[in-house]
């Protein structure tokens, strides 16, 4: 969750670092604090600084322009908090009894508390309510042994005391480290949390996205589980856990990734709402080309005689990215007709379904660094490598955002959503890219084992071409509508979304998109479940919004939804508009008449604007609503 940024060069690097976690912000921003070393005139020792500030980043830039600090070598962090409350004190870095070591750290350690009391009882105080804090503090103890057996205070000596420390530690992390007596080295390790390092020129950087080396390199080289790395000015060293050096040369960032810029936008959500068109084009042109009526007209990058034998799917995923998996399902066993199921990825990991034989495993992530679902499809590649049977193959699918993440590192075949860069923490285009991934996955499956005609794909396949124009005047038009009524919401406390069949995840989409912006509880139900439960809690004060598109449920959902309009709701429909049936709600949020098949594309951007505009009228940081990161990268 939290932002990591190290750099060591000939530069003054406190600007580096602010500017390099202005890029990392999204992934938290309870706190942050930077650490620099200031080497001393005619000595071989430096002299540490630290500048720490609760809230956003820019309170540490302010803070920073008030009392610069100096240095070639120095690490920053931006925090979501999960031990210790978001203050000051519990911000990081982190420093050691000694005031000689800075540590900054992404990730949990589980075992932190039986070295909190190991460390008090050495009489070591501990300052804040961190499981960060005990890294400096056994680092510092083990560089005095190694210093007490004659080692010299370099490099080298720093790095021994880090993978002694990490082989003790339990949990996920990455950390960076600095040491005052050795103004020339940082040393950096990582374990199922993201870091990748960037090698510019004359100068080495180390973040946990490759976003926050945007401008400052494009050669690249990400870590490994559990590997530690040295960086000087010279270059960098790589080791795996057990000491042995690694020789790996560092790939180079195709493309420019594009910084963050709002353009005319007020927010970045907006912006990453208006841009759907685009994404939609983009993914279309790259994977839906118009050639034939084969299998070979959807251009996934999967090896298709993995799908030979393939009887079952189960995907993984966690949040937003798990609507986006439940439209997939209902595509998959709809139309292409294989049984599939989804299961929260924090929840597989601990009660993981019996083992089904010719299964395929699907993670999605937009990040593809979701600790929860990384874990949950390590550990079913696990079970499954331990059963002999090669029935019980683990076939897997990952479904992100970024190639460059563990996710796409860790499994054979990926599809890129290719949305672009997402500043936004409540997704929005990469829930499209998502959707859009399993309609093509949709389409190569049906073809490939003969489940839909020749036209029922291709129909699909054309309906989907055009989605980006039916998105482009969806959003113009709504955006209007949303601005002009979000004031009637603004001290709503509840709202229920209602939706069926492949719109039900739209419900519990925009239900998530209204709680994690605007702060109004929100919930959403298959439309069908109203009565048994939810009903209770209908007035006047409560809004419901429904999703009705003409198909299957259609006449069942406005039958459900004329059951919360007798309760005296107010009752917003998502809907095709001129039709007579549409007269029974209070506000419509009109959509193309298009196939139910596709209606998903369509129905969530509404609701994605309707939410914008109600947090943006109460005033609301959209961008980095309170709570919560971009990448959700400890369990």
């Known amino acids: 969750m939290c932002g990591i940024f190290g750099v060591i060069g000939s530069r003054e690097v406190s600007p580096l670092i602010l500017d390099g976690l202005r890029k990392l912000e999204y992934r938290g921003y309870d706190s942050a604090g930077l650490a620099t070393i200031q080497h001393v005139k005619n000595q071989q020792f430096g002299q540490l600084f630290t500048r720490k500030s609760k809230g956003k980043l820019i309170n540490l830039s302010n803070l920073i322009q008030k009392k610069p600090i100096q240095g070639h070598l120095g690490i920053g962090h931006t925090r979501w908090a999960t031990h210790g409350k978001p203050n000051e004190i519990n911000a990081h870095p982190h420093i050691d009894f000694t005031g000689q070591i800075a540590v900054v750290q992404n990730g949990i350690i589980e075992n932190y508390r039986e070295f909190s009391k190991s460390l008090q009882l050495k009489g070591i105080k501990l300052t804040s309510e961190t499981d960060t804090e005990i890294i400096p503090h056994l680092i510092s103890l083990e560089i005095a042994n190694f210093l007490e057996k004659g080692l010299s205070a370099n490099g080298q000596t720093l790095l021994k005391a880090v993978q002694k420390v990490v082989s003790f530690l339990s949990g996920t992390y990455s950390i960076a480290v600095i040491w005052s007596k050795v103004p020339n080295a940082l040393v950096v390790a990582r374990r199922q949390a993201p870091l990748v390092l960037g090698c510019g020129e004359g100068e080495f950087f180390c973040a946990s996205d490759t976003s926050a080396l945007v401008g400052f390199t494009r050669f690249l080289l990400p870590l490994k589980d559990n590997e530690i790395a040295l960086l000087t000015p010279l270059g960098i060293e790589l080791y795996d856990e057990n000491g042995n050096r690694q ?145 019980f193959t683990f076939h897997q699918l990952g479904i992100t955002n970024r190639l460059d993440s563990s996710l796409a590192r860790e499994l054979e075949n990926v599809i890129d959503i290719g949305s672009g860069i997402e500043i936004g923490v409540a997704a929005t285009k990469t829930f499209l890219g998502q959707m859009l991934s399993f309609y093509g996955l949709t389409l190569l499956v049906a073809s490939h084992k003969q489940k839909r005609s020749t036209k029922e794909i291709q129909d699909l396949s054309n309906d989907l071409r055009l989605v980006p124009k039916q998105l482009l005047d969806l959003i113009k038009k709504h955006d209007a509508l949303s601005k002009g009524i979000a004031h009637l919401f603004a001290e709503t406390k509840d709202v229920i979304f209602l939706g069926r069949g492949i719109n039900y995840p739209i419900a519990l989409e925009g239900a998530l998109k209204l709680k994690e912006i605007s702060y109004i509880h929100a919930q959403g139900y298959p439309a069908g479940e109203l009565k048994h439960g939810p009903i209770a809690l209908l007035d006047k004060h409560v809004p419901v919004i429904s999703i009705a598109v003409p198909g299957v449920v259609y006449e069942k959902v406005l039958s459900n939804s004329q059951e919360a309009k007798t309760r005296d709701a107010l009752l917003i429909g998502v809907t095709p508009p001129n039709r007579p049936e549409s007269e029974m709600f209070d506000e419509l949020f009109s959509i193309p008449k298009v196939s139910e098949w596709v209606s998903p594309l369509l129905t969530v951007v509404p609701l994605q604007l309707f939410s914008y505009h109600i947090a943006a009228h109460k005033g609301l940081d959209v961008d980095q609503p309170r709570n919560l990161a971009k990448s959700v990268t400890v369990e």
């Open 247 to 391: 020789h790996r040369a560092p790939s180079i960032e195709e493309g420019s990734e594009l910084s963050p810029d709002k353009k005319q936008f007020r927010h970045f959500m907006l912006k990453e709402i208006y841009e759907q068109p685009e994404t939609a084009q983009l993914w279309i042109d790259r994977y839906l080309p118009k050639n034939s009526l084969s299998e070979n007209s959807v251009s996934l990058p999967i090896n298709k005689s993995s799908l030979e034998k393939i009887e079952r799917i189960q995907i993984l995923a966690c949040g937003t990215s798990r609507h986006a998996a439940m439209v997939g399902a209902y595509l998959l066993e709809q139309f292409a007709g294989v049984p599939t199921n989804v299961y929260f990825a924090s929840e597989f990991r601990y009660a993981p379904p019996p083992v089904s034989p010719n299964t395929l495993t699907i993670g999605v992530s937009q990040s593809g660094e979701t600790a929860d679902t990384l874990a949950a499809l390590r550990m079913e590649k696990e079970r499954r490598n331990s059963i002999k049977d090669p029935n």
